[in-house]
């Protein structure tokens, strides 16, 4: 098998993996201490295995490959190699790391063919969107498929909608990302945060502060979401329920 491997400055966070002069994986550490960091290179969450490798992997149940399956192949003394790599990585397990994620694609930092989206170009609108005349779009703006931006909105970048989306006038989007099928009421804010696919925000709510609301949430007017708010999926919020 083959373990992908990408350095840090910091690798304290990640699992190191030292590799011998040919490449092949000699051990793994779990989130070192400084004192114990002997190479910057981490694991980067890619594998190419080999079919039989996957005969390890007990059935029906959680399992780790970094922590099961990888020492065991040690163990057994099967052949597993590290490719180190310079190429972009990113890990997107936070909301701070998952918005970045977004703006280095717009930035040009990276460019994944399959979106068909280059970096740097901006505006982006997909097919069938329709943006009101008196709206502003400010900055490297992605908006998918089939959208509607309503009167006097305004849309700083860097923001990403996804196919599908509603925003009603006088919203204001920055630095966000909205996930397909989403829709967004007049007066709402919505800043430096993540709306998941399907949420639908009722007018004058505020979601700030690298806040996250789930899929198919509805949240009535007049809330305000800010300070990294959580909101679970399929959450129903009634009018003012929160408010900071």
């Known amino acids: 098998g083959t373990i992908y491997l990408t350095p840090l400055e910091d690798p304290t966070a990640y699992g190191l993996v030292l590799v011998d002069e040919k490449g092949r994986v000699e051990s793994f550490l779990e989130k070192p201490s400084w004192d114990q960091v002997t190479t910057s290179l981490i694991n980067g969450g890619t594998y190419i295995l080999e ?15 970094e922590r099961g399956l990888f020492p065991a192949l040690l163990e057994r003394d099967r052949p597993l190699f590290g490719y180190p790599s310079l190429a972009y990585w990113m890990e997107i397990g936070t909301p701070e790391k998952y ?9 040009g930092k990276f460019e994944p063919g399959f979106l068909g ?7 982006h609108l997909g097919e069938g969107t329709f943006v009101d005349p ?4 400010l900055g490297t703006v992605v908006i998918e498929n089939g959208c509607h931006i ?35 009421g007049r007066a709402c804010r ?7 696919k399907g949420v639908s925000l ?4 505020h979601v700030l502060d690298n806040s996250v609301i789930g899929d198919n949430c509805l949240i009535e007017k007049d809330n305000q979401l800010k300070r990294a708010v959580r909101v679970f999926p399929g959450t129903y919020l009634k009018e003012g329920s929160i408010k900071f």
């Open 150 to 184: 309503g009167a006097d909105v305004t849309i700083a970048g860097p923001a990403v909608l996804g196919s599908g989306c509603s925003v009603g006038e006088r919203t204001t989007v920055e630095g966000s990302v909205i996930l397909d099928s989403c829709t967004i």
């Open 134 to 137: 008196s709206a502003h779009i």
């Open 202 to 205: 009722q007018d004058e709510v």
């Open 117 to 123: 989206i280059k970096g740097g170009c901006s505006p």
């Open 51 to 65: 079919l039989e490798v996957l005969d390890l992997v007990p059935p029906g149940q959680n399992y780790s490959f």
């Open 190 to 196: 919505i800043k430096d945060s993540i709306l998941s």
């Open 99 to 107: 918005l970045q994620a977004h703006w280095d694609i717009l930035d």
